[in-house]
């Protein structure tokens, strides 16, 4: 309401909005290309390509916007991980963040190394340190923490997506420096109960 628009005029106000739900992204997909809608987001990487080609619609990709998004925490209270910074430090760079992204992201996504921070926030500096992909020094990082060869460990995760899809890939990295993964995909609320109570490896 306070922005001029490309004619240089005031921008209209809106004489009003209707949001509704849709749990079923195909819905949306098939009402937004109708016309039936007029926005929808978080619309799932494989269907952007298909919203880019058409004529009558217009993507927008926001800089601060994460939709798939991996929060890996470690237990640092019991089992591998504690007091282990090094396993912790393998973990980070068996991690390839680009892969990841190109995979699972359909040529739109784009890798982000610190959790939560991306570029165009507030104090984001490129220049921190960070966990780069370096299968190498991760093989060497698992044998300087104590397992020569490698370990198994337990990746708890929610049964849903995209998180599945994160975590095999996630999986094949630390697969490949000796951090053996097996996941352990369970309903959200028993997902949530298992971590809270301290009983997990890596969340």
């Known amino acids: 309401y306070w922005r001029m628009g490309a004619d ?7 004489d009003g909005y209707s949001w509704r739900y849709r749990p079923d992204v195909t819905v949306s997909m098939i009402e937004l290309k109708s016309g039936a809608m007029d926005l929808a987001y978080w619309i799932p990487e494989k269907d952007l390509p298909s919203i880019k080609a058409n004529p009558d619609l217009v993507l927008s ?28 430090e393998a973990a980070w ?20 190394a610190y959790p939560l921070w991306t570029p165009g926030m507030l104090g984001y500096d490129e220049k921190l340190p960070r966990y780069d992909f370096d299968l190498n020094k991760a093989k060497q990082l698992v044998r300087d923490a104590g397992f020569p060869n ?13 998180d599945l899809s994160i975590m095999q890939a996630v999986k094949a990295n630390w697969d490949a420096v ?6 352990d995909a369970l309903e959200r609320t028993a997902a949530i109960q298992k971590t809270t109570s301290g009983d997990f490896e890596i969340y």
Request: proline fraction near 5%.
């Open 8 to 14: 240089g005029k005031p921008l209209p106000y809106l």
């Open 150 to 162: 490698g370990l198994d460990v337990m990746l708890t995760a929610i049964s849903r997506q995209p």
């Open 61 to 88: 990709m926001l800089t601060w916007s994460s939709r798939i998004r991996g929060n890996i925490n470690f237990n640092t209270k019991k089992g591998p991980f504690q007091d282990n910074l090094k396993l912790r």
């Open 178 to 183: 000796g951090i053996r993964t097996t996941i």
């Open 93 to 112: 760079y068996a991690l390839d963040r680009e892969g990841i992204g190109k995979a699972l992201g359909f040529g739109f996504a784009k890798a982000h």
